[in-house]
């Protein structure tokens, strides 16, 4: 056991490891259970400790993504002064969301890069806790609406724009472009509210 190991209490050496890992991520680094050992200073046993595989250390940096993204929602949320319009907090949302994206773009592509393991529960149930901030604010804001069909669509806008700016297809900087951008793409769709919907193309 290292010196570096030695210094870590159990659970301080897992924290270690996936803040290592993020950082191997998003620096684009070649990305192992022994390169991630090598930058938290460790032994290249030590991941094995907390992590049965690369698919695990996958599924927990995923983890800590959804928490981190949840969080961010939350508190985007809670900025918005009261009383917020639905508009209002979906752009809030919206500009959050991408945000994220942009500001820990690798892992926001692993997050979603493939479907949740149903085995690991811990992924499933910190997936399902992000969908369930947006499910409770469209239950708030627009009160007999269908719950999951609604969920559905603004979550695909926000995860479209957000994938737009990671591609390169809009722009991704500066933040406040990018902000002003989603908070548009918001009031376009809102703006269709009230038109008929037998109005016909020409």
């Given at each position: 056991m290292s010196t570096s190991e030695k210094s870590y209490h159990h659970?301080?050496?897992?924290?270690?490891?996936?803040?290592?890992?993020?950082?191997?991520?998003?620096?684009?680094?070649s990305f192992s259970l022994r390169a991630v050992a090598r930058r938290a200073g460790v032994s290249p046993t030590a991941p094995y400790r907390h992590f049965a595989d690369r698919d695990a250390l996958d599924s927990a940096v995923a983890v800590e993504g959804f928490k981190d993204l949840r969080a961010d929602l939350r508190a985007a949320l809670g900025d918005v002064a009261e009383p917020a319009g639905a508009e209002e907090a979906v752009s809030a949302l919206g500009v959050a969301y991408v945000a994220f994206a942009l500001r820990r773009p690798a892992v926001f592509r692993l997050m979603f890069g493939n479907q949740c393991d149903e085995a690991n529960s811990e992924r499933v149930q910190a997936s399902e806790q992000?969908?369930?901030?947006?499910?409770?604010?469209?239950?708030?804001?627009?009160?007999?609406?269908?719950?999951?069909s609604l969920s559905t669509a603004l979550w695909s806008m926000a995860h479209g724009l957000a994938f737009l700016h990671l591609d390169g297809k809009l722009r991704p900087t500066p933040a406040d472009e990018v902000a002003a951008r989603v908070q548009s793409a918001v009031a376009a769709v809102f703006a269709l509210h009230g038109t008929s919907s037998d109005t016909s193309l020409p």
């Open positions: 659970h301080d050496l897992r924290a270690a490891l996936l803040t290592a890992a993020i950082e191997s991520l998003e620096a684009g680094e992000l969908h369930d901030v947006l499910n409770r604010a469209i239950e708030s804001l627009f009160p007999g609406a269908n719950i999951s």
